[in-house]
């Protein structure tokens, strides 16, 4: 990452684009451009903490309402929504936190809400082997909203659903239910 680069080329994006920066307010809005979109593309750290599922717990985890934003990559926009994500433990249960902290993970890049709903449900394949795990997303993307199209309030849905979320009839119509209520 090129600070420095990122500013010098922010500035030219605005001069290019006509606009006369040439006032107290605006002389190092090239650098908060720059800081900003650093900022919004940065991955956060954390612990992907697991547990054992001592005690079998057999049903359903969703943690619904996870918010978010990330960018689009077509236009480097916002899209700006909720999360909601489901497991079935199998031998690991893992800190429901760390639910949010994935959607963080994968909001802080150039994004499709398609693949960042894949890549959420792939990583809790990854770190927890569950019987099932299902992902959806719902936001709006300002690239629709604000412009083009200009669709205010189109929400954009998209889902993944893995093993018994995916095959076994009873476990998906179950998550089915919860994310229509
Ligand atoms: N599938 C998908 N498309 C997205 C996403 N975010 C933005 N887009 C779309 O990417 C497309 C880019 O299309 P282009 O025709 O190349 O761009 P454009 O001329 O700015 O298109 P308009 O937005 O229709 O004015 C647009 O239809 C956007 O709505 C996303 O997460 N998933
Ligand atoms: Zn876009």
Redesign the pocket.
Known sequence: MDLEGATAAAAQLLSALGLDMDSDHRRDTPARMARALTEMLKAPSFEPTTFDNAGGYDELVVVDRIPFFSL????VLP?IGEATIAYAPKDRIVGLSKLAWVVQLYARRL??????TQQIADWLVEQLDPKGVGVRLRAE?L??SL???RAIGAV?DTTTNRGVLADDPARREEWQRRLSS
Do not use: I, K
């Not at 689009?72 to 236009?75: G, K, M, P, R």
């Not at 994004?111 to 960042?116: D, L, R, V």
């Open positions: 689009c990559e077509h236009h899209f994004q499709t809400q398609e693949a960042m993307h690239c629709m412009r083009g199209a954009t």
